[in-house]
């Protein structure tokens, strides 16, 4: 009687492995594959026994449940060796099941992955063309378990991607090169109103609100851009859409879109543009009733002072001590009244008319407010120490204002019996300047660093110091009208330092416009 092996001639050997490959190529991936293997091994090849050997020792023992424990320690003993020489065949004759063992090694990617167990109840060696048959085998089961590991690794990333996507607040889908939409996401179609089954398949076109258009190129791809979209019930709604295409071969094969309903987003704009312009008419008509007040309320107060003094003279030596002093207090009262009036008016101003700028030379604005105060530093014995200073793009008779506050400040209130030094440089601050005036004086507490460029707020009395609090927040108006910043450093009976910045002279505009 003949052996299996004997019957195994080269073309029953082709043929059970056409048959073998064909079989192995159709197990989809989510079969078991090696326990499919071995049902068609046995069948095809007529095996006796089966088994595939994982690549951990522990697990090897449990994969020979099937072969006869007498040869478990000549088939372990011999993995190591399949794993360095390819393949092993051995003929097992002292035992008490005599059979002929074939060690064949299933490889991905040139990795070891399991070792094959064929065996045979016979004392024959198998054949060249068996061995080759049953190597092509392991070959074409490699290259399964690979493509299966392949699949399983892409099903895995598709699930992920559609889980991520189907968490994203934002709608997306997919189109393919005709524009069909090909996927939708939880938002997508909680955003149109549609069910997956009325929307995927559609044209995307439906989407668009009539009379909008909407198209992709290289230039506008992954650009947000602002469409209106039309709902399932026919309404239409602002988004925000991003298309990036899918490329293969270098063409264009689909799109993913991206949208989001951006209609909160523009009613807040909306309401956020109506209060601005509320606040803007609300602002200009206070500026106009400021300066309208202003300039009326001169009237009545020069009278005071006119009639006043017309009293005094009138009256001459008839009047007491008492009634000069009392007439000497309105006049003053009514000139300091005047000079709120007039500084509350340049306020107003400040804001309420439009100014021309260009390129100002700040060295002849510092000039012009050295002649201006030509008196009040020769009172009180000034020093001024002005570096080269920049030209800056402004209005200059603003900034003669701005500099005339700013050194004036820094004379009146000077120490007593120490002469005002006054510093004034300018450097580089990026694309602007920052201009700095400092002075010897006596300095400001912390906590008034803010409260000083406020209008009307005074760190000192009438009594000791002139002025009407305005000075400092004109300052700060003008400074603000030319783009820039204005602060203050300073440290009590050392003095302080007023930074500002002002932009650099624009080189397009060649006439200086007061």
């Known amino acids: 009687m003949s052996s299996p092996i004997d019957r195994f001639s080269p073309e029953l050997c082709a043929g059970a492995f056409m048959r073998t490959a064909q079989y192995i190529a159709g197990i989809l991936s989510g079969a078991d594959l090696l326990l499919e293997a071995r049902q068609i091994l046995k069948t095809t090849f007529a095996a006796d026994f089966i088994a595939f050997l994982p690549r ?8 020979l449940v099937e072969v006869p424990s007498s040869a478990h320690a000549t088939i372990l003993g011999a993995v190591d060796q399949v794993r360095d020489n390819g ?51 392991a070959a074409i089961i490699g290259s399964t378990l690979a493509r299966q590991r392949t699949e399983l690794e892409l099903q895995d990333s598709v699930n992920r991607t559609r889980l991520i996507l189907q968490a994203v607040g934002e709608g997306v889908c997919g189109l393919d090169g005709e524009g069909i939409i090909t996927f939708a996401n939880k938002a997508a179609l909680e955003i149109i109103g549609k069910s997956e089954g009325t929307l995927v398949g559609r044209p995307a076109a439906e989407l668009i609100a009539s ?23 026919g309404s239409s709604f602002p988004a925000d859409v991003v298309c990036l295409p899918t490329i293969s071969d270098g ?21 956020l543009r109506q209060s601005l312009d509320y606040l803007a008419r609300t602002n200009t008509e206070l500026e106009r009733f400021a300066y309208v007040a202003s300039h009326d309320l001169q009237e009545p107060v020069r009278s005071v002072v006119a009639f006043s003094q017309l009293l005094e003279r009138r009256l001459g030596e008839r009047l007491n001590e008492d009634e000069r002093e009392f007439l000497a207090f309105i006049v003053g009262s009514a000139k300091r009244m005047s000079d709120l009036v007039k500084d509350l008016l340049t306020y107003a101003r400040m804001t309420n ?38 030209n800056v793009q402004g209005n200059r008779i603003q900034l003669i204002e701005l500099f005339q506050n700013l050194i004036s400040n820094a004379i009146k209130f000077s120490r007593p019996g120490i002469t005002p030094e006054i510093h004034i440089k300018a450097d580089r601050d990026g694309p602007l300047w920052r201009l700095s005036v400092q ?3 006596m300095g400001i507490e912390p906590e008034y660093f803010e409260r000083i460029f ?9 009594q000791s110091y002139s002025g009407t609090g305005i000075g400092l927040a004109i300052c700060k108006r003008i400074v603000e009208q ?26 397009s505009t060649h006439d200086v416009l007061p």
């Open 56 to 63: 951990h020792r522990d697990g090897q023992r449990l994969a």
């Open 87 to 137: 393949f092993m065949a051995i003929e097992e004759t002292q035992t008490p099941h005599p059979a002929v063992w074939v060690l064949l090694p299933v490889t991905m990617e040139g990795q070891l992955e399991t070792t094959m167990v064929v065996g045979y109840a016979d004392q024959q060696m198998p054949p060249p063309h068996l061995l080759e048959a049953l190597l092509g085998v």
């Open 211 to 233: 009379g909008q258009t909407f198209s992709v190129t290289a230039e506008t791809a992954g650009i947000k851009r602002e469409i209106a979209l039309q709902r399932h019930d």
């Open 251 to 271: 063409k264009m094969t689909g799109l993913v879109a991206t949208f989001a309903d951006i209609s909160e987003r523009k009613e807040a704009e909306e309401k």
């Open 353 to 390: 008319r439009q100014t021309i700028h260009g390129p100002v030379e700040l060295s002849g604005v510092a000039q012009d407010v050295c002649d201006n105060l030509r008196s009040l530093i020769d009172e009180r014995q000034a020093v001024l120490r002005i570096d080269p200073l920049p």
């Open 439 to 441: 002075d010897n004086g």
């Open 454 to 462: 406020i209008i009307f707020q005074r760190l000192h009395g009438g």
């Open 482 to 507: 030319h783009g820039g910043s204005i602060w203050v450093e300073s440290q009590p009976n050392v003095g302080s330092t007023f930074f500002l910045t002002l932009p650099e002279a624009s080189t």
